[in-house]
């Protein structure tokens, strides 16, 4: 009966603190209980979404924060600024978008979306049409626009028209 008291407390301490280290060494899944859109996996509680899509569940797509309508001011070669809208619209995937200026609405010009050093480009093909080559420098920044287009002549390798859009998405 001297031993029975001490074996039990020795045997319940030995169950309690296995008890706790197993029951505290259990982990849940942080994985479990998100759910990933388009394509995105779950690594260590946290999506990672495919190309094209964003957000904590992957359930946005990239384009869908600059499209819209843009209110500013184009300047071209230097001379006065005038009121200009630009409009971006959706493009032919989840990383493309079309960038429609009022001043030639007819003409859609499309560029892809890439994200450098936490910034936002859209990065739209040099064209050459008739010796003349045009490129295009588009920046976003939370809902600021900046468009800049710049027409070289390639025959007298002159530029004829470097206009630069800034302007507030509506």
């Not at 626009?145 to 530029?159: A, E, F, M, P, Q």
């Amino acid at each position: 009966m001297k031993f029975l008291k001490p074996m039990l407390l020795t045997a319940f301490a030995f169950i309690g603190i296995t008890a706790t280290v197993l029951f505290s060494a259990c982990e849940k899944d942080s994985c479990t209980d998100l759910t990933c859109y388009n394509g995105g996996a779950c690594s260590g509680g946290f999506c990672h979404c495919t190309t094209g899509y964003e957000g904590a569940q992957c359930d946005i797509r990239s384009e869908d924060r600059f499209l819209g309508k843009y209110i500013g001011v184009t300047t071209c070669d230097s001379a006065a600024g005038l009121l200009d809208t630009v409009a971006i619209v959706t493009g032919s995937s989840n990383t493309q978008v079309g960038i429609v200026n009022s001043f030639n609405s007819s003409e859609v010009v499309y560029g892809t979306i890439s994200i450098t050093g936490g910034q936002y480009l859209i990065i739209v093909p040099t064209q050459t049409n008739n010796n003349v080559t045009t490129t295009y420098s588009i920046s976003w920044n939370a809902g600021i626009l900046k468009y800049n287009t710049v027409v070289v002549d390639n025959n007298s390798g002159v530029t004829k028209s470097d206009c630069t859009f800034q302007g507030k998405q509506q």
